[in-house]
């Protein structure tokens, strides 16, 4: 299994057989890493693709948030300005869906 660290100032975790000699994000030194356990570490790994995901989907619904405020303000007749009001609706809640469950991984170590 990937070793992995996590900077104790930032939360940055770091891939490798040792920890970076200083934190990517904070600037923090080697000596501020902890080794993460194997069962930490497995969370993580596992859980990258499915946070990838989550990622994606927030960024397609803010795609559609944008695509459906365009046709708002387009105007070309009520039930379509209706649709794209449903879509922005439907969007927000799935972007906040997606968000939430992110924030649940990180809560749980999975990030």
Request: charged share 30%; net charge neutral; hydrophobic share 40%.
């Amino acid at each position: 299994m990937q070793k992995l660290w996590r900077c104790s100032v930032c939360g940055f975790v770091h891939a490798g057989d040792e920890a970076p000699e200083a934190c990517p994000k904070c600037g923090a030194p080697r000596e501020k890493f902890n080794a993460l356990s194997d069962e930490d570490a497995e969370k993580i790994l596992k859980s990258e693709r499915t946070n990838d995901i989550h990622m994606e989907i927030v960024g397609l619904a803010e795609r559609i948030i944008a695509l459906s405020q365009e046709g708002i303000e387009l105007d070309l007749d009520p039930p379509c300005v209706a649709l794209f009001k449903a879509a922005v609706k439907e969007a927000k809640i799935i972007k906040q869906r997606s968000k939430a469950e992110m924030q649940g991984h990180m809560n749980k170590g999975k990030w």
